[in-house]
């Protein structure tokens, strides 16, 4: 069982890291980022493609004028948390299926978007600062 301690430990790193690049960047306390002019953009175009009024998985739509309500401190279907957690990204299911660590808060399902490439790391980033922003 000499294997057994590193393979504990690659499990820890994997599971610790993208909690951690998720916290708010306290450089970046206060940048207000407008959910309408820098988030939907990215929503509307990839996701939407799915998450719309005909096909709402998990009940979620993510078009123009719905997709805010339907986000913002909303218990999500998959998992204990919510979807979105102002202020609080590693507690926002959202981030968590953005990178495939949804396992690890014990939800289920694809990484999103589902069978398409994830997001861009710059594109996840600004979803995180704008869940840590005060204007959301
Ligand atoms: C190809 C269709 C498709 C695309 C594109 C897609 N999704 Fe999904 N989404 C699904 C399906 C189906 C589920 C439920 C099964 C699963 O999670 O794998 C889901 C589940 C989710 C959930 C879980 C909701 C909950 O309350 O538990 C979130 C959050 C989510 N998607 C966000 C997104 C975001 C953000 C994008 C764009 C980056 C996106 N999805 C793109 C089909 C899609």
């Given at each position: 069982?000499t294997?057994a301690?590193?393979?504990f ?14 916290e708010?960047d ?8 407008s959910?309408d ?8 175009g990839?996701?939407?493609q ?9 009940g ?10 339907l ?34 808060v ?22 995180v600062q704008?869940i ?5």
């Amino acid at each position: 069982m000499t294997r057994a301690p590193g393979a504990f430990l690659l499990a820890a790193l994997l599971a610790c890291g993208p909690v951690l690049a998720a916290e708010c960047d306290p450089t970046k306390a206060g940048a207000k980022i407008s959910y309408d002019e820098k988030i939907q953009p990215i929503f509307g175009g990839i996701c939407a493609q799915c998450h719309n009024t005909m096909e709402t998985p998990e009940g979620l739509v993510l078009e123009a004028g719905l997709a805010l309500d339907l986000l913002l401190n909303v218990r999500s279907v998959q998992s204990a948390l919510k979807r979105v957690e102002p202020g609080n990204p590693e507690k926002s299911y959202l981030v968590h299926k953005l990178r495939g660590t949804q396992d690890s808060v014990g939800g289920s399902g694809q990484q999103m978007p589902a069978g398409l490439a994830p997001l861009r790391d710059e594109e996840i980033d600004l979803v995180v600062q704008w869940i840590c922003s005060p204007a959301n």
